[in-house]
């Protein structure tokens, strides 16, 4: 029998696991990590990048690069928002193009051709399928995918659709707080309620489930900020980094998209570091010129508490 992948479709990256053994194991991608940014890209050259290769270029190609497509999920313009924003107001805040189609359908723009969001969904579950087969050497065609529990009808029927799209057949939907619930062995606990919070790379959600035994979990009630996650996070470190290199040497380097991406690089790789450590360097070296054209260096300490 052909094995089945659970899938973590995220909104700023995702993972794929496989059970072995009767333990869940995380597949590492052909990059060597164990999560896939959620980024799809047209390079200049009209090379369509999926993951981190996509997420590295994202800086100096922003109008063809998709992110956070998950957000447009079986969305609709001019719809009742429920708990995300307006569909009319996230597309102002995205830096490539969002369009209304027939039927109030959403639309992205990338590469001077138009995508639904579960076609661009697709690519990135793509990516993971072909990890998968590499890593276990046989085809895959069936796999659980995650959602968040305040996911309507709509957005779980869009995830199924990008599911097939990519060759995948989505056997299970499961809500994200019941995945989180069942992998810690919460089912076989006599906690009857629980409440489980996820911290995510754009979101942070809090859902409150009853325990009705035998793996089956209800969701009584959900909340959260569908803006706030690991990537807001990076934007205040990138922005105070760049902030202190400004009152020192006078020069902004948010102006320069090549300082941008390795200052916005470096603050995530600074955030995960103060994770396991109180204190880290930033050092980037020939990071901006002054006006007489002498090299400028970046190096400061960064604390956990700050």
């Known amino acids: 029998m052909a094995k089945a992948v659970g899938i973590d479709l995220g909104t700023t990256k995702s993972v794929v696991a496989v059970l072995e053994g009767g333990e869940p194991k995380v597949i590492t991608g052909s990059e060597g990590n164990r999560v896939t940014p959620s980024v799809v890209a047209i390079s200049k050259t009209g090379e369509r990048l999926t993951g981190q290769i996509a997420?590295?270029?994202?800086?100096?190609?922003p109008e063809n690069t998709i992110y956070s497509i998950k957000r447009f999920m079986g969305?609709?313009?001019?719809?009742?928002?429920?708990?995300?924003?307006p569909v009319e107001e996230d597309a102002r805040r995205k830096t490539y193009k969002v369009t209304r189609?027939?039927?109030?359908?959403?639309?992205?723009?990338?590469?001077g051709k138009e995508y639904s969001p579960p076609e661009i969904s697709a690519m990135i579950l793509q990516k993971?399928?072909?990890d998968a087969e590499a890593y276990l050497g046989e085809k895959i065609t069936d796999a659980v995918v995650t959602v968040p529990a305040y996911f309507n009808d709509a957005q779980r029927q869009a995830?199924?659709?990008?599911?097939a799209i990519a060759g995948l057949n989505v056997i299970r939907i499961v809500n994200e707080?019941?995945?989180?619930?069942?992998?810690?062995?919460?089912?076989?606990?006599?906690?009857?309620?629980?409440?489980?919070?996820?911290?995510?790379?754009?979101?942070?959600?809090?859902?409150?489930?009853?325990?009705?035994?035998?793996?089956a979990f209800q969701v009584k009630s959900t909340a959260g900020d569908t803006h706030l996650g690991g990537d807001d996070l990076d934007e205040r470190l990138m922005n105070y980094i760049a902030d202190e290199f400004m009152r020192e040497h006078g020069t902004d380097l948010r102006k320069d998209?090549?300082?941008?991406?390795?200052?916005?690089?470096?603050?995530e790789k600074a955030k995960c570091e103060l994770s396991t450590t109180m204190e880290t360097t930033i050092s980037l070296p020939f990071i901006a010129s002054d006006k007489d054209k002498t090299p400028l260096h970046l190096e400061m300490k960064v604390t956990r508490a700050k």
């Open 177 to 215: 707080p019941t995945a989180a619930s069942l992998a810690f062995g919460l089912e076989k606990k006599k906690e009857e309620i629980i409440a489980v919070y996820d911290l995510g790379g754009g979101t942070f959600d809090i859902s409150i489930l009853e325990n009705l035994g035998e793996g």
């Open 159 to 163: 995830t199924k659709d990008a599911g």
């Open 128 to 130: 993971l399928k072909t």
């Open 55 to 61: 997420k590295r270029q994202a800086i100096v190609n």
């Open 257 to 267: 998209l090549t300082a941008l991406q390795r200052l916005k690089e470096a603050a």
């Open 101 to 111: 189609a027939a039927n109030n359908e959403v639309r992205v723009l990338m590469g």
């Open 75 to 85: 969305r609709k313009w001019g719809e009742p928002a429920g708990r995300e924003l």
